[in-house]
C-alpha cells in the first residue's frame, strides 16, 4: 500500500507516498499503483514517489510507458535536451551554477503536455531541487488589474533562432528544412521571419490565464516571466544586446497586444511563484508526476552530479474560452 509522508492541501504538495520496501521490478510498480497514482496527481496537482529504486533510462521508460502509455515528442523547446529514451529525455540543458525560473512546460506551444514524469537517477550534492508553485494560488497573489490585462490580451513570446543560444532549428522543430519548419509554424500559429543571414525570428501569441480541463480552476499558465529578458542576469543581457541587438534575442516576452512587459511586472510575477512554492531535495530512485496546467516547476542552481530525466504526456489545448459576457481580444485579433 502506499503510505501518505506529509499533505499541504493548499498548493500541489508534493503530495509523497513512500514505498517501505523497493518493488522487486519498480518499472512494474505501475501495473500495480498506476491507476491510484495518476487520480492522486488530479487530486493533488504533484505526486512524489519515494523508494522505486529507479537505476537507469531504461527503467524510467518503461515506468513511464506503464503509468500514461506512449508519451509525447518535444517540439518548440528553448533549450536543448538529451534524448534518453522514445520520448525521454534528460533535464533541459542549463548552467548548473543558474536557477531555470518558474514555467509551465511548453506553455507557448498550440498543444503542450498535460503531465510530466520525472525521474531522478542521480541526485546532486547540493540543491537541484524541482520545486513546484500552485498555478492557482500564483494567480490569486498577483495584482487583479495585471491578472485581468495578461487574461484578455494573452502574452506575446518572441524567439531567435541561432547556434549558439538556446535551441537550434533543428533541436526545436527536428529540421532545418525551411518549408518544413513554415509548414509547422502556420499550422501552430506561429509569425516567421527568417533574417538575411538565414536565422529564423518567430513570434506566437498565447493565452496567460487558462481554466483546468478537469478541475475547472482558473491558473496563470504561461512562461512570461521565465522567457523574459529580465530574468536573466544583468551582464548576459547586456551581452545578448550588444551580440544580437535588442529585437535578436533569443526569447523575450510581451503583452500580447504588442507593449513590453516592464521589469517591475516580471519582478512581481517572481515574487507570486515564490510565494507558492514548495521545495523537496531528490534522491536517487525517486519519481515525481506533475499535472503541467497546475504547478509550474523550475530547477534550482546545484552542486554536483545531477540526472533527472523527464518525459511529457497526455497532450492538451490549453486555450481558455472566452467569457459569454466579456468577449476576448484573441477572438476578434
Not at 83 to 112: D, F, I, K
Not at 126 to 144: Q, R, S, W
Amino acid at each position: 500500500m502506499l503510505s501518505t509522508l506529509f499533505r499541504r492541501p493548499v498548493t500541489p504538495a508534493p503530495l509523497t507516498i513512500h514505498e517501505s520496501a523497493a518493488p522487486p521490478d519498480p518499472a512494474a510498480w505501475p501495473d500495480s499503483y498506476g491507476k491510484e497514482l495518476l487520480d492522486l496527481v488530479a487530486a493533488h496537482g504533484a505526486v512524489l514517489v519515494e523508494g522505486l529504486d529507479l537505476r537507469d533510462a531504461a527503467g524510467v521508460e518503461a515506468v513511464v510507458r506503464r503509468t500514461t502509455g506512449r508519451p509525447v515528442r518535444e517540439t518548440e523547446g528553448f533549450a536543448p535536451r538529451e534524448t534518453r529514451g522514445e520520448g525521454l529525455y534528460s533535464s533541459a540543458v542549463w548552467p548548473a551554477n543558474q536557477p531555470m525560473c518558474m514555467h509551465h512546460e511548453l506553455s507557448y506551444a498550440r498543444r503542450c503536455p498535460g503531465l510530466l514524469l520525472f525521474a531522478c537517477l542521480e541526485a546532486p550534492t547540493g540543491g537541484g531541487a524541482t520545486a513546484l508553485a500552485d498555478a492557482a494560488a500564483v494567480l490569486e497573489a498577483l495584482p487583479a488589474a495585471l491578472v485581468e490585462r495578461f487574461a484578455e490580451e494573452g502574452w506575446l513570446l518572441e524567439r531567435s533562432y541561432n547556434d549558439e543560444i538556446g535551441a537550434t532549428l533543428s533541436q526545436a522543430f527536428g529540421t532545418e528544412d525551411r518549408e518544413a519548419v513554415d509548414a509547422y509554424c502556420r499550422a501552430n500559429d506561429i509569425e516567421t521571419s527568417w533574417q538575411p543571414d538565414g536565422t529564423l525570428r518567430t513570434r506566437q501569441r498565447r493565452a496567460a490565464v487558462v481554466r483546468h480541463p478537469v478541475s475547472g480552476l482558473r491558473c496563470w499558465f504561461n512562461q512570461i516571466a521565465f522567457l523574459s529578458e529580465w530574468t536573466t542576469a544583468p551582464e548576459v543581457r547586456e551581452f545578448l544586446i550588444e551580440e544580437y541587438g535588442p529585437n535578436g534575442l533569443p526569447f523575450t516576452t510581451r503583452y500580447g497586444g504588442g507593449d513590453p512587459v516592464p521589469r517591475d511586472v516580471v519582478e512581481r510575477i517572481n515574487e507570486a511563484y515564490e510565494g507558492a512554492t514548495v521545495r523537496r531535495p531528490w534522491r536517487a530512485g525517486d519519481l515525481m508526476l506533475v499535472d503541467n496546467l497546475r504547478a509550474a516547476h523550475s530547477r534550482e542552481a546545484y552542486t554536483g552530479p545531477r540526472d533527472v530525466l523527464v518525459a511529457m504526456a497526455e497532450p492538451i489545448d490549453p486555450v481558455d474560452p472566452p467569457s459569454p459576457d466579456r468577449p476576448s481580444r484573441r477572438a476578434e485579433a
